[in-house]
């Protein structure tokens, strides 16, 4: 069987990891937690958590870098 759809996720976010992720507006979003996705009207949305444990949910097409925070 054919597959039809394309999935965009190389898994380069996991889940429970830290990271700081930009968007294509300029703005940075530093030491956020990646929770897992989402879906809003169908496309699936980038869910985080801050430090604050406040719920940043960001568009795929609006991410812009992602820094990965290492664990010492």
Do not use: C, W
């Amino acid at each position: 069987m054919i597959k039809t759809s394309v999935s965009y996720d190389d898994g380069l976010l996991k889940e429970g990891e830290t990271y700081t992720i930009g968007t294509n507006d300029a703005k940075e979003f530093r030491s956020v937690v990646f929770k897992g996705t989402k879906l809003l009207n169908g496309k699936p949305m980038m869910v985080f958590k801050t430090e604050d444990q406040e719920d940043l949910t960001v568009n795929p097409s609006f991410h812009t870098f992602t820094i990965t925070h290492r664990r010492k």
